[in-house]
């Protein structure tokens, strides 16, 4: 199987009450590219500047990542600085600069347009569209995306909507991407809008997995010590996945232990700063939360 | 088996995104007995006043509910007027009108005295002890509480809280009450206050059982239809206490099936205004929408 993420990476400054770090690695192919590592090897694909730290390279390249799409141009890298207070339930983004994102398009090197399983993280809906129209015989493509592109750019999400197997989104984008409050009204009119999955995930109460004729409700990890909430929402969708691509294809079943896989890899992301926690997690400990996972919610 | 509720019986006064009604019928133990008296015959203690309809009384006691503890005292039913907007979270209380509330004490009648399983209603941990005192070897007692009772009366309810074996309250007040925003940890501090069992609930994102050695994670049913979610609480409790009381005792394995029944009969109540829809909620159509649920949240 070949596993294919595009999506920015960046140098993250955090502030959480548990401690606060300054341009650690982060941005969503990162977190997703971490997470889904665990399972598959992953082609990432991004870009970075001048400036991104060669320790950084190293992390990446302890990881299963195929690091030929990390794309280093002229300038500084994508920075997000970004603050977390009380629950943590949502950042409050302080700074951002683009830099390289601005003026720079990450092309998908010629030995990844043959990519079976594809994430397009967020991104703009012309952009992943832009990817999309390049692979060649995609099984199964994912994206994400956020209010920004509800807000500024419908029409091309719409467009791409059309032309992917499932979109994830957080619950405050799916009311907003459809004007529907209730959380499972709009997951079904998200599937009009095309894809056959729609994955909605509430952060720490869970996720929601939409498929032609079912639903799947399941609860968020019961994590006690969250000390970073960034980039959770990719290391989920890095869990479902990578599960996706080492368990040859999804399905309403397979996609039902994919949005656990997907939920305990996001456990693990957000027990660190950045990537801390997560790049040591081994196959052993997700086996064994999996299993705990399940003992938990099982009626 | 044997459950007595001691709670608030109530005219309520209700808007919602769906329409508006004045004066139903409702209350914590109204909203209690009628869901848990599909599960097992409920003995109700609640103050009324002398305006309280003779359709209420008959709308109680087509029910399986012992209303010997219904007392009619002088002056006016106790009045809730309240908005729910948006997603309908949370309620907005417009008025209040105490009545017969603020002038007497509802009495537990003699026969009662002897009821295995107990729920008492959110009221002043003042008044739920004095009911607790006087029973004479309950088996398993319940309570509820709210944000009023932990602000001006802690130390009645960290008293309460020795004494009984489950408290059931929302995440707003499990923060409230321990000074921990996450969950999972204030969930584990209130069991070291006294209770064995802990429920939390989280409206629409489901409820945590607490058990000594366990946590079960729940999502809510996946309602589509929200009417009026008054009651919703107390109707949870029902499904929970009736589930108990019909099966004959409390432990971990039994309150996961309990707070899946509660979950079923709080999806019934919010469907309707008042109890509009759960009085009129069969056991076929409660076996029906448990086993479809249970579908929907196993891995």
Known sequence: MSLLVVGSIALDSVQT????????????????A???????????????????????????AEKDIDTAGLQ?????TFKWDGRYQGKMGEAET???QLNVLQD????????FLDSEYVFLANYSPERQMAVLDKMKNPKFVIADTMNLWIDIAKDGLLQLLKKIDGLILNDGESSLLT????????????????PKYVIIKKGEHGSILFSPDDIFLLPAYPTEEVKD??????????????????????NQESLRKALMSG????????????VNRIKETTADEIESRLKSFEKLITP
């Open 179 to 194: 004007g529907e409050t209730n959380t499972i009204r709009a997951g079904r009119l998200i599937q009009e809008m095309g």
């Open 34 to 60: 971490f997470s889904a590592s665990s399972f598959c090897k992953v082609r990432l694909v991004g870009l970075i500047g001048k400036d991104f730290p060669d320790e950084y390279r190293k992390l990446i």
């Open 72 to 76: 280093e141009v002229d300038g500084n």
């Open 263 to 274: 939920t305990i890899m996001a456990s693990f992301n957000i027990e660190g700063f950045g």
């Open 17 to 32: 009450p548990f401690g606060a770090e300054k341009d650690i690695l982060g941005g969503s192919a990162t977190h997703f």
């Open 229 to 250: 909430p960034t980039g959770a929402g990719d290391s989920f969708a890095g869990g479902v996945m990578g599960y996706i691509a080492k368990n040859g294809g999804a």
């Open 94 to 96: 302080l700074d951002v």
């Open 104 to 111: 720079f398009e990450p092309e998908v090197p010629d030995s």
